[in-house]
């Protein structure tokens, strides 16, 4: 699955939290920050290149539209969230994917993130390359061709890159939404592997390049013999 990495630009705590909600229920969208007003925010885009920004109008020191202006190359999608419809116009001049008018209804709100998915070809959309997580207070940057093998960890995630290992605040689920699968399986509740990470299987154990064995979960064995099976033809 495509992932779209998103960025909130609002200085109203309620309103982001409002955003931040509806992107949970999404799948394929990934936030990587909260920027409390326009000057911030346009730090993280420049910083994150994000996919999709969703941003205020009125705010301090910078609005919305100001902001929009000054973004001239590689700039993201946007969905404009404000109050104030008049607004609407004035954003549709300069190109916005959509205007969302507050309080924002999830329908509407995935309506619009579907209409930014529809634009997003897979070549554009970065999250097919790499992805972001947390550590230690901070984004690291990971492309997705550095990792070699996740764990489980309750809430928890490790990621066995190629260079060293990251343990960060993320669940299975949302890991393997992220991965692209034609690279990656799922072999248990605990482990995700790149295929080509598997040097041998012997029996219900998967030796790996990373240098641990890995017991094949059993209701995962049909979907690892029928991949064997394809591998094979």
């Not at 539209?65 to 609407?88: D, G, M, N, V």
């Not at 070699?148 to 393997?176: A, H, P």
């Not at 690279?183 to 029996?203: L, P, T």
């Amino acid at each position: 699955m495509n992932v779209i990495t998103c960025l909130i630009i609002d200085d109203e705590p309620y309103a982001q939290e409002v955003i931040e909600e509806h992107i949970k229920k999404i799948p394929f969208l990934q936030l990587l920050k909260k920027s409390n007003d326009a000057v911030e925010g346009l730090k993280d885009i420049e910083d994150l290149k994000p996919d999709l920004v969703f941003m205020d109008i009125q705010m301090p020191e910078m609005t919305g539209i100001e902001l929009i202006k000054i973004l001239q190359q590689h700039r993201p999608e946007i969905i404009i969230t404000t109050a104030y419809s008049e607004h609407a116009l004035e954003g549709y001049e300069l190109d916005i994917s959509d205007f969302l008018l507050k309080p924002i209804r999830f329908d509407r709100f995935l309506k619009a993130v579907n209409k930014v998915k529809r634009q997003i070809t897979p070549t554009e959309s970065k999250t097919s390359q790499y992805f972001w997580v947390k550590e230690n207070g901070k984004l690291v940057h990971v492309p997705v061709d550095d990792v070699l093998m996740v764990k489980g960890m309750k809430d928890y995630i490790q990621l066995y890159l190629k260079e060293r290992k990251i343990i960060t605040y993320l669940t299975m689920k949302r890991i393997e939404e992220i991965l692209p699968a034609n690279e990656f399986m799922r072999v248990s509740r605990s482990y995700i592997i790149r295929k080509s990470a598997i040097k041998s299987i012997n029996g219900n154990t998967l030796e790996t390049t990373v240098g641990e064995d890995i017991m094949i979960g059993g209701t995962y064995r049909e979907v690892i013999r029928n991949e064997i099976n394809e591998w094979l033809r």
